[in-house]
């Protein structure tokens, strides 16, 4: 961790920093936070109040001044304060003239105003360098140094070199300064912490959506279907049956869905033959969230391995293996050992185990202070090779479960497949496509393609 870029870049900028004073109007609890994490990298900070007074709240060796005289002491002004009271700073604007505003301010809901915060702060203060910045960032975060969840800062602004003023600032803090442009991009910006996990909304519904299909499917293949036919009530195998029927289901497909993107532009690109037009709004927005899709299934790979290591010690599992001993001895008969079916169930468990692990592997590697610390050719092995390979033990360890009961007319209860076969359909998709896509013919101008080559150039030199 030490070796890290931006931990030597915080260190260079922290002494060069030593005596520089930056003003905080507001003394809030981010206003706080963020003179606190100051004052720890070498900066001076003295707050502007209408309190001048001092408050054991304010971080050790902060100063408390009037408005005035703390923007006096200070060339960049972080305005920790709600826009409804920005009005206060229309008597200070001869003092802020030439000053760089830092904008810090979230609204309550997406759109709040017709214009940014820091927009609106430009406005009223016509004579100052407005940037945005810092207001991803949490006063809890910054108080209490985790910050590996949001390390990163976006800044926007019109003024160039008041822009790197504040990225010299973020990086000193030991967080990571993303330039997103001009002040126009500060809507985008305010807006981003008011989304909630924008990147699972469709993770989650699909996968909600899947949840609730297979288990109205098996809901009605294994328990309506005995009751009507049978009259036997099996309505207990709701609550673990079921489930461990859903959880591998899902924790496939999701993983299937995660390389399907992938695949189908790979053969828009050799359809149109260049990189440089978009891929569908659709399957851009679908590519975004693979992460997440992948995590989402790795949860449901999880559910299912817990409720299969309870399966010994269900009262119906118990059940059944007592009357089969029972029968066995009141018939005087033992089943002998049948090799073939040894040899699928341990393969079949095998390639479970081997499957997990690897899936494990790759939810380990997604997770940000892993993949920060692995280059992008290791990465990119990972997620992809492994990825793949993650994909192919998965649906070999469900076709290994199924075996030859898919031959079996018993398996189709009202004509109607067990839902490890329904599962089966999207990665098989998948691995045959990509596994087509890995012919020299395809594979040749496709690595071309993503090169940079066209079939048919829009410009000639």
Same mark, same amino acid.
């Given at each position: 961790? !030490? ?19 930056? +003003? ?24 502007g ?32 304060? /709600?826009?409804?009271?920005?009005? @206060? ?17 979230? !609204?309550?809901k997406?759109? %709040? ?20 910045? @810092? ?11 985790? $910050? ?16 790197q ?21 500060? %809507?985008?910006?305010?807006? *981003?912490?008011? %989304? ?45 049956s ?18 399907? /993107?992938?695949?189908?532009a ?22 975004? +969230?693979?992460?997440q ?7 449901f ?21 007592n ?6 001895? $009141? ?40 993949? !920060? ?12 090779k ?7 033990? +998965? ?5 290994? *479960?199924?075996?030859k009961?898919? $031959?079996?007319?018993?398996? *189709?209860?009202?004509?109607? /497949? ?5 599962s089966?359909?999207?990665? +098989? ?7 087509? $896509?890995?012919?020299?013919c ?14 048919? /150039?829009?410009?000639?030199?």
């Open positions: 961790m !030490n070796s890290n870029p931006s931990n030597v870049m915080a260190l260079t900028s922290n002494t060069s920093n030593k005596k520089e004073t930056v +003003c905080i109007f507001g003394t809030g609890d981010f206003g706080r936070a963020l003179a606190y994490k100051m004052i720890q990298s070498g900066y001076s900070v003295v707050f109040s209408r309190q001048v007074q001092m408050s054991s709240l304010i971080p050790k060796g902060a100063e408390v001044l009037s408005h005035t005289e703390a923007a006096q002491k200070a060339a960049i002004i972080f305005i920790a304060i /709600p826009r409804q009271h920005y009005n @206060f700073l229309l008597p200070l604007a001869e003092v802020l003239h030439g000053k760089v505003l830092v904008d810090v301010s979230n !609204n309550l997406l759109n %709040q105003y017709p214009q940014s915060n820091a927009e609106y702060l430009a406005q009223l203060i016509p004579g100052a360098k407005v940037v945005k910045a @810092f207001n991803t960032v949490s006063a809890w975060a910054l108080q209490s140094g985790t $910050l590996d969840a949001s390390r990163q800062v976006f800044v926007c602004g019109d003024d160039k070199k008041a822009k003023m504040v990225m010299d600032i973020v990086r000193a803090l030991g967080l990571t300064p993303l330039d997103q442009g001009s002040l126009l991009a500060a %809507q985008e910006i305010e807006n *981003y912490p008011l %989304q909630l996990f924008p990147m699972w909304k469709f993770p989650i519904l699909l996968s909600l959506g899947l949840t609730a299909f297979f288990f109205f499917y098996c809901l009605i293949r294994d328990v309506i279907y005995p009751y009507v036919n049978e009259k036997k009530d099996l309505s207990f195998f709701i609550a673990i079921i489930a461990n029927r859903i959880c591998p289901a899902l924790a496939l497909i999701l993983l299937a869905l995660v390389y399907l /993107p992938g695949v189908l790979a053969i828009i690109q050799l359809y149109r033959g260049t990189k440089y037009s978009r891929f569908p709004d659709w399957l851009d927005k679908w590519m975004l +969230c693979r992460k899709l992948g995590l989402v299934a790795l949860a790979a999880f559910l299912h391995v817990l409720y299969t290591l309870i399966i010994p010690i269900r009262y119906y599992v118990r059940w059944r293996i009357s089969r001993v029972i029968s066995q001895v $009141l018939n005087n008969r033992t089943d002998p050992l049948d090799n073939t079916s040894a040899w699928l169930s341990d393969s079949y468990l095998a390639l479970g185990i081997l499957g997990f692990f690897l899936f494990v592997l790759l939810g380990i590697t997604s997770l940000p202070s892993v993949s !920060n610390s692995v280059n992008w050719r290791e990465f990119r092995f990972v997620q992809s492994l990825g793949y390979l993650t994909l192919v033990l +998965c649906t070999a360890h469900t076709l290994m *479960y199924g075996g009961r898919f $031959l079996y007319a018993s398996s *189709y209860r009202w004509y109607l /497949p067990n839902a490890y076969m329904l089966l359909i999207v990665p +098989c998709i998948v691995l045959v496509v990509k596994f087509v $896509l890995v012919f020299p395809l594979d040749k101008p496709l690595t071309r393609i993503r090169q940079g080559w066209e079939r048919n /150039p829009r410009y000639s030199e």
